[in-house]
């Protein structure tokens, strides 16, 4: 199986904030390729430079060292995925643009996005939904 993981369940994958469930895990490691999308980085810098967000290290070293270790794939941003968000219907009480484009990669690579937010199945992609402890 592959996989795209969001921004939530990367930082609880690496032990930030909270952790996830053991059937979480068994699934990350039971997935042949996991995706972290530069979406992801992007937000994690965000939140991180604004102070919302303690790091063990700044996002860049953090980030890497965990790719390298984890065996992550890097999604890039393509220009596809911005233009595909204006195609998502609007969800009540959903505005948050990182997962919108999260969810525009997920489709048109045709992976399923593993998250802890069900609201995105609204949006029409495949989901592995998690429940961290």
């Not at 992801?40 to 996002?59: F, Q, V």
């Not at 009480?93 to 690579?109: E, G």
Request: with cysteine; proline share 6%.
């Amino acid at each position: 199986m592959r996989l795209l993981i969001d921004t939530n369940v990367f930082l609880w994958a690496a032990g930030v904030e909270r952790g996830l469930t053991a059937r979480d895990k068994e699934l990350i490691r039971a997935s042949d390729t996991i995706f972290l999308s530069a979406v992801s980085a992007w937000e994690i810098s965000i939140k991180w430079a604004k102070g919302r967000l303690t790091l063990p290290a700044p996002p860049e070293k953090m980030i890497e060292s965990l790719i390298n270790v984890g065996g992550l794939e890097r999604l890039p941003i393509r220009f596809e995925d911005t233009y595909a968000v204006t195609q998502l219907p609007e969800i009540k009480d959903h505005r948050d643009p990182f997962d919108r484009l999260l969810v525009a990669q997920a489709k048109r690579i045709g992976l399923p996005l593993m998250t802890s937010d069900d609201r995105l199945a609204d949006y029409g992609v495949e989901l592995i939904v998690c429940n961290p402890n």
